[in-house]
Structures are given as structure tokens and as C-alpha cells.
């Protein structure tokens, strides 16, 4: 399978700090990688859809404004979450899709932890 | 109705049982599915894609049966390291878009 990395694995920050993670797919090129958010013990959330070279699709509910999404080159996508609060506090995980065997499989990186105190 | 349903579980079995999850979907023109695993804390695994022709990938089996909507996850020979959360998928279009989750099966194999 395909190898995605993410960066920071985990952060604590305070308050109304901004917060930048990196999703990184280290041996394949990722036209379009995609943020999901998962509470604890619930499904995953998709946030939004990140084309490389355009702007991100955000799902409905999710302020544009406030998770900040780039995808500047075909390895790397990242997520900035603005202004913390603590119910931003959440499991972030990133995916990147790939084309193998006629199905485009998505391969998720490990997550980032978030704690806004 | 949800449009992927998977039975939340928890399926508890022991070492060595084989266990079936089964997920249903409700979009007919869906094109690919996948099983992926997803242990406590972590990000899912894909564990495997689900062809037409069904596959097999040692304990694993996967079944697609397009006329009922239906696809299903075998495991046999349980191991207590297969203890984890089981996610149906479904790519509606077949492309680089974004993917449905069922809300998991829960599978506990306990000794």
C-alpha cells in the first residue's frame, strides 16, 4: 500500500492560536487529498476535498474561513486550523487517493491529535 | 435510510472462529468498495478493495453482490490482533472523489 505521512502527530495549543499540520503522500502523486475530523468513538467527518492547483471543496458546516486548507504540489496538502478553540480539539486525519488496479483507494495518514486549552 | 449500513457490533468471538460482517449500501450506481480497518486511536487501514469477481487475500474474504446492493467481509482463523473497528466503504463514482463510510463493525476475539 501507499504511504501517506502527517506532521504534527500531536499538539496542544492554546486558545485562539493558529494550528498548521502537514499531509505529506511520500511514494505516489496525489491529485486530490481529503481532511476528515473523527470524535472520539464516532465516524469520521469529511471537512473538505483538496485538489492539487485549486481550491478546496469544503463539506456543508465547515467554515471555509476558519480550516484553511492548501495543496500547492502533488505530494503535499496542508490544513491550518485558525483561531483554536477547544471544541476544535478533535482527531484530524488526512487521506490521499490513488489510482491502483482500476480503483482509486484512499490511503489515510496516521492523524494528528489537537488539544486547544 | 443511511446510505452505507453496516451492524455496529460488537461481534465478540473466540481465537480461531470465523466471523462474517455484512454492509449494505443504498446508491445503486456506486462503482468501487473497500473494507478498511481501523484500530482504537489510529487512522484506518485499507485492508481490501471489493471486486465484482470477489477476492481473497489469505484469512480474508470479500464478496460484492451488485444486484443486492450487498457486501460482505469473511474472516476466518480469527487472531486477537484482528480486534478492531471495521469499516465498509463505498466510492460512489469510482474516481479520485470522496469516499461513504459506514459507521464500522466493532470485532472482539478474545482468547
Known amino acids: 500500500g501507499a504511504v501517506v505521512s502527517q506532521h504534527p502527530s500531536r499538539v496542544i495549543c492554546k486558545s485562539g492560536t493558529s494550528v498548521k499540520i502537514e499531509c505529506r503522500s511520500l511514494?505516489?502523486?496525489?491529485?486530490?487529498m481529503f481532511w476528515y475530523r473523527q470524535f472520539p468513538k464516532k465516524s469520521l467527518m469529511l471537512m473538505a476535498t483538496?485538489?492539487?492547483?485549486?481550491?478546496?471543496?469544503?463539506e456543508q458546516g465547515v467554515e471555509k474561513d476558519k480550516f484553511l486548507i492548501n495543496h500547492a504540489s502533488l505530494t503535499l496538502s496542508t490544513l491550518t486550523v485558525t483561531s483554536a478553540h477547544p471544541e476544535d480539539s478533535s482527531f484530524y486525519i488526512c487521506?490521499?487517493?490513488?489510482?491502483?488496479?482500476?480503483?482509486?483507494?484512499?490511503?489515510f495518514g496516521p492523524g494528528t491529535r489537537l488539544t486547544v486549552t | 435510510r443511511k446510505e452505507v449500513e453496516q451492524d455496529p457490533g460488537p461481534f465478540n468471538v473466540p481465537e480461531g472462529a470465523t466471523v462474517a460482517f455484512n454492509c449494505t449500501y443504498s446508491?445503486?450506481?456506486?462503482?468501487?468498495f473497500f473494507w478498511y480497518r481501523q484500530d482504537c486511536r489510529k487512522e484506518p487501514k485499507l485492508l481490501m478493495s471489493?471486486?465484482?469477481s470477489g477476492n481473497e487475500d489469505g484469512r480474508f474474504t470479500a464478496q460484492l453482490n451488485r444486484a443486492s446492493q450487498y457486501i460482505s467481509l469473511l474472516i476466518r482463523d480469527s487472531k486477537l490482533s484482528d480486534s478492531a473497528t471495521y469499516l465498509c466503504v463505498v466510492n460512489p463514482s469510482g474516481t479520485a472523489s470522496k469516499l461513504t463510510f459506514g459507521t464500522g463493525t466493532r470485532l472482539q476475539v478474545t482468547l
Open positions: 471489493v471486486y465484482s
Open positions: 446508491n445503486s450506481a456506486s462503482q468501487s
Open positions: 511514494d505516489f502523486q496525489a491529485t486530490t
Open positions: 487521506s490521499a487517493s490513488g489510482f491502483d488496479r482500476g480503483n482509486f483507494e484512499q490511503y
Open positions: 483538496s485538489n492539487e492547483g485549486s481550491k478546496a471543496t469544503y
